[in-house]
């Protein structure tokens, strides 16, 4: 499980993120939704223990990942807006060098890479430098890095921005993979279609706060709307959006 209870963080006089609080359980993939500058990706770095909150606490498993954060990461698998592979190094290189970080090494770790390499449909490409891969491949690999260690928590952070239809279906196969093996998921875009696809509970956010959560049935009635999309607009419209110039998220 994954908490955030009162996040605030401001970067100068630009408040980023005030009053952030949801739960992501087990078994769930929780989408954090919200225009580009909503605050997304400062919540995500947060919880990934990245960045220190100005107030507030969140937790991984019940671990704090700033006071324990080697406890935290074990838990935790992060696929940051920063993808950063290397690009001379093959696609099971790549992954293998983040596992041997983890603390896997021989077998156990090859028939893991093996593993998700098949769910992501990287077999053809495990022995290539990731350096001529197509967006898509990257983003697999990318993937495959975080979740090596078979983390009980996995945090995605827009990973189907850009992303062809056959790469982005793969994806989301792989998300709900995660999903049936009680994994507890937490998802981040801006892309409506996305998150009526994958998530289960919807936290809306807007100007850095949450303005409403639930699933995207519920966001619909609350709003008396017939799509996730104009239910969105119905419960963001009326938020001030402050001046964040160069914090994004």
């Known amino acids: 499980m994954i908490e955030a209870n009162e996040l605030h963080k401001r970067f100068g006089s630009v408040t980023a993120v005030e009053g952030v609080t949801f739960r992501a359980p087990d078994g769930v993939i929780t989408g954090l939704l919200g225009p580009n500058g ?14 220190l909150p100005d107030r507030g606490w969140t937790a991984i498993d019940g671990i704090d990942p700033h006071r324990e954060p ?7 698998g992060s696929l940051p807006d920063a993808r950063g592979l290397y690009g ?8 293998r060098y983040f596992g041997k970080l983890c603390g896997l090494d021989g077998a156990p770790l090859e028939r893991r890479i093996d593993d998700l ?13 990731v350096l ?13 890095r975080a979740v090596i260690h078979d ?29 049936a ?20 509970v919807v936290v809306v956010m807007s100007a850095g706060r949450v303005v409403a959560c639930g699933t ?25 959006e402050p001046d964040l110039g160069e914090v994004t998220a």
């Open 151 to 179: 983390p009980e928590n996995v945090i995605l952070d827009e990973p189907t921005n850009g992303l062809d239809v056959l790469s982005t279906r793969s994806l989301r196969l792989f998300i709900r993979e995660l999903k």
């Open 88 to 95: 001379r190094l093959t696609a099971r290189e790549n992954v």
């Open 117 to 129: 390499f098949e769910l992501l449909e990287l077999g053809p490409l495990r022995d290539r430098a």
């Open 216 to 240: 995207t049935d519920e966001l619909r009635a609350r709003t008396g709307e017939g799509s996730l999309e104009d239910a969105f607009v119905a419960l963001t419209s009326h938020v001030r």
């Open 181 to 200: 093996r009680g994994r507890t998921v937490v998802f981040s875009s801006h892309v409506m279609q996305e998150v009526a696809a994958l998530c289960d």
């Open 132 to 144: 001529g891969f197509s967006q898509g491949e990257r983003m697999k690999v990318a993937i495959a």
């Open 38 to 51: 909503a605050g997304k990706t400062t919540v995500l770095r947060i919880v990934s223990g990245l960045v």
């Open 70 to 76: 080697a406890r935290a990461r074990s838990k935790l």
